[in-house]
């Protein structure tokens, strides 16, 4: 091996390290570990560069904007307190009905955005209820990771595919994934209502104290509501559409997202764009310009090569493989920067004589979308939800997590292996 490749593992290797420790955040460590590469000239700028996929940072920018906007209606909140009705109160039901949201949100806004409306909400209705909000807040986490399986847009790993392989536009991953993702959730319902239901009970006033809100009030501006809809409708249509009409995912979430600043006028564009977790995007970035060293290095290729003969160049094998170890590796490390390396290396397997590549596609999306139930660190959504549990006074501990969170994360796995088996290698 070159002594430039072996550079450039060392540098991914010890990223990575400082990016699981946690000590230091993500963020800051993915650009030194980019900058590095660049450094020490494993690869040149330009070529850096040349890695970074514009059209994932580009869709995930618009999204933000166009969801921070609708959440200042206060439709999410109206959403959740609505359901809460329907369901009269009972907090079992109630926890079935916020699941549900979080996984249909999580498939059209993604699942970071989609916790992060839905979590407080749902410490107003648990504190309405004087229950135990971590229930709520468990299945919440493992619905948006599987919510945002069944779409382009619902969660970066598939954002990530979506944008590197041309051929795969919004509906292929709605016609190919949202199936097997609905079948998980018709599956997880019961159990969810199994593990918690004991926990969550409640006396009879307090539920008619829900019952007693009236969440016309909790819309805040029904001008903006009016356009944020439009305009949100009108991007899930581009996304629909995108290859037809010869445009990236990018652009559609990006002209959705200024034409609703168009609309809402400039006072709402500072506060907008402040909105957007740049933290996020400068992740993407300097993990691309991380991987570009393994790619221009040849270590991908040497992977794959490795892959390929571990599977016997059986596209069976090599789908199990990749489902399998995207799903472990994606519940105990952060599924982006994993799927950033994967990657390359099944676009290497094509180039080594596997030409189906679809299945590797699925199995990869499957896996690292799902795993991320298997640990709380294993996804944003996860983190993120942790985080705001610990700031009202509920920590999640993380074997307190992993005890419900990997079993559920293997069966939808298992159900996943099934699936892909009997649709695409049958």
Same mark, same amino acid.
């Given at each position: 091996?070159?002594?430039?490749?072996?550079?450039?593992?060392?540098?991914?290797? @010890?990223?990575?390290?400082?990016?699981?420790?946690?000590?230091?955040?993500?963020?800051?460590?993915?650009?030194?570990?980019?900058?590095?590469?660049?450094?020490?000239?494993?690869?040149?700028?330009? %070529?850096?560069?040349?890695?970074?996929?514009?059209?994932?940072?580009? @869709?995930?920018?618009?999204?933000?904007?166009?969801?921070?906007? %609708?959440?200042?209606?206060?439709?999410?909140?109206?959403?959740?307190?609505?359901?809460?009705?329907?369901?009269?109160?009972?907090?079992?039901?109630?926890?079935?009905?916020?699941?549900?949201?979080?996984?249909?949100?999580?498939?059209?806004?993604?699942?970071?955005?989609?916790?992060?409306?839905?979590?407080?909400?749902?410490? /107003?209705? %648990?504190?309405?209820?004087?229950?135990?909000?971590?229930? *709520?807040? @468990?299945?919440?986490?493992? !619905?948006?990771?599987? &919510? &945002?399986?069944?779409?382009?847009? &619902?969660?970066?790993?598939?954002?990530?595919?979506? #944008? $590197?392989?041309?051929?795969?536009?919004?509906?292929?991953?709605?016609?190919? +994934?949202?199936?097997?993702?609905?079948?998980?959730?018709?599956?997880?319902?019961?159990?969810?209502?199994?593990?918690?239901?004991?926990?969550?009970?409640?006396?009879?006033?307090?539920?008619?104290?829900?019952?007693?809100?009236?969440?016309?009030?909790?819309?805040?501006?029904?001008?903006?509501?009016?356009?944020?809809?439009?305009?949100?409708?009108?991007?899930?249509?581009?996304?629909?559409?995108?290859?037809?009409?010869? @445009?990236?995912?990018?652009?559609?979430?990006?002209?959705?997202?200024?034409?609703?600043?168009?609309?809402?006028?400039?006072?709402?564009?500072?506060?907008?764009?402040?909105?957007?977790?740049?933290? %996020?995007?400068?992740?993407?970035?300097?993990? *691309?310009?991380?991987?570009?060293?393994?790619?221009?290095?040849?270590?991908?290729?040497?992977?794959?090569?490795?892959?390929?003969?571990?599977?016997?160049?059986?596209?069976?094998?090599? /789908?199990?493989?990749?489902?399998?170890?995207?799903?472990?590796?994606?519940? *105990?490390?952060?599924?982006?920067?994993?799927?950033?390396?994967?990657?390359?290396?099944?676009?290497?397997?094509?180039?080594?004589?596997? #030409?189906?590549?679809?299945?590797?596609?699925?199995? +990869? $999306?499957?896996?690292?979308?799902?795993?991320?139930? &298997?640990?709380?660190?294993?996804?944003? !959504?996860?983190?993120?939800?942790?985080?705001?549990?610990?700031?009202?006074?509920?920590?999640?501990?993380?074997?307190?997590?992993?005890?419900?969170? *990997?079993?559920?994360?293997?069966?939808?796995?298992?159900?996943?292996?099934?699936?892909?088996?009997?649709?695409?290698?049958?």
């Amino acid at each position: 091996m070159e002594q430039q490749a072996i550079w450039a593992i060392g540098i991914f290797l @010890l990223t990575y390290g400082f990016i699981i420790a946690e000590k230091i955040h993500r963020t800051i460590v993915a650009m030194l570990g980019g900058i590095l590469m660049i450094g020490f000239g494993i690869v040149d700028q330009e %070529t850096a560069l040349h890695h970074i996929d514009f059209n994932t940072l580009g @869709l995930l920018i618009g999204m933000m904007i166009i969801v921070s906007i %609708t959440a200042d209606t206060g439709l999410f909140k109206y959403i959740a307190v609505r359901a809460a009705k329907k369901a009269n109160g009972s907090p079992v039901r109630i926890l079935v009905s916020l699941a549900l949201i979080t996984a249909f949100g999580s498939a059209f806004l993604d699942n970071v955005t989609t916790v992060l409306l839905m979590v407080p909400v749902t410490f /107003s209705i %648990t504190r309405a209820l004087q229950i135990n909000p971590l229930p *709520f807040l @468990l299945t919440q986490i493992m !619905a948006a990771n599987i &919510g &945002g399986t069944a779409t382009l847009i &619902g969660d970066p790993p598939n954002i990530m595919i979506g #944008s $590197a392989v041309e051929e795969l536009g919004f509906m292929d991953f709605i016609i190919h +994934l949202a199936p097997v993702a609905a079948i998980i959730m018709i599956v997880f319902i019961p159990l969810f209502i199994l593990l918690f239901r004991k926990g969550i009970q409640t006396r009879d006033e307090l539920k008619r104290g829900i019952m007693d809100i009236n969440e016309k009030e909790l819309i805040s501006d029904p001008k903006l509501l009016r356009k944020s809809l439009s305009v949100l409708g009108l991007t899930i249509i581009g996304f629909f559409l995108h290859q037809t009409l010869h @445009l990236e995912s990018a652009t559609v979430a990006l002209a959705g997202a200024f034409l609703l600043l168009l609309l809402t006028g400039e006072h709402m564009m500072e506060e907008a764009l402040s909105r957007v977790e740049w933290a %996020t995007i400068f992740f993407f970035v300097g993990l *691309f310009a991380l991987v570009s060293g393994l790619v221009e290095t040849g270590v991908i290729a040497e992977l794959a090569e490795k892959a390929m003969e571990l599977t016997g160049g059986e596209l069976v094998a090599a /789908s199990m493989l990749i489902l399998w170890l995207s799903a472990i590796a994606s519940a *105990f490390l952060d599924n982006i920067p994993f799927v950033a390396t994967m990657i390359p290396l099944i676009q290497e397997m094509g180039n080594m004589g596997l #030409s189906n590549l679809e299945p590797l596609w699925w199995s +990869l $999306a499957l896996g690292a979308c799902l795993g991320g139930n &298997g640990s709380l660190i294993g996804a944003s !959504a996860n983190l993120i939800v942790a985080g705001m549990a610990s700031k009202e006074g509920y920590p999640i501990r993380f074997v307190t997590y992993l005890k419900y969170g *990997f079993p559920l994360m293997l069966l939808s796995v298992a159900i996943s292996s099934v699936y892909i088996y009997l649709r695409y290698l049958v």
